[in-house]
């Protein structure tokens, strides 16, 4: 399984924007699509969004798409996660992972990259 590195995190204050990068480990992602999780705090892991390798067909959790924009690098073998207009309910550690067609993770998950939205 390919290894996977998330960056990009930090303090925002709400309404900013983030830019999320997941790295793979110097191979292509091996799975059809592509995904970015979060976990909030005493909370069980959300989708955020997906993205389909290959062709770039993109999916998006309940309420996400209006803010977060994921895209994909072929060539640097890194997927993207915009997210524009932060709100505090938006801190939690985000994931990126292979992911089922069913928008389920794929494998364990990695260190993750922590976003905090306060003022």
């Known amino acids: 399984q390919v290894q996977l590195a998330e960056s990009g995190g930090g303090l925002v204050q709400p309404g900013g924007s983030l830019r999320l990068s997941c790295v793979a480990s110097?191979?292509?992602?091996?799975?059809?699509?592509v995904g970015w999780f979060r976990q909030a705090p005493g909370k069980e892991h959300e989708f955020v969004a997906a993205?389909?390798?290959?062709?770039?067909?993109?999916y998006y959790g309940d309420s996400m798409e209006d803010r977060f924009t994921i895209s994909r690098d072929l060539a640097k073998i890194t997927v993207y996660l915009q997210m524009n207009n932060l709100k505090p309910e938006d801190t939690a550690v985000y994931y990126c992972?292979?992911?089922?067609?069913?928008?389920?993770?794929?494998?364990?998950w990695g260190q993750g990259t922590q976003v905090t939205v306060s003022s």
């Open positions: 110097g191979r292509t992602f091996s799975s059809y699509l």
């Open positions: 992972a292979e992911t089922s067609a069913s928008l389920k993770a794929l494998g364990s």
């Open positions: 993205i389909t390798w290959v062709g770039g067909t993109t």
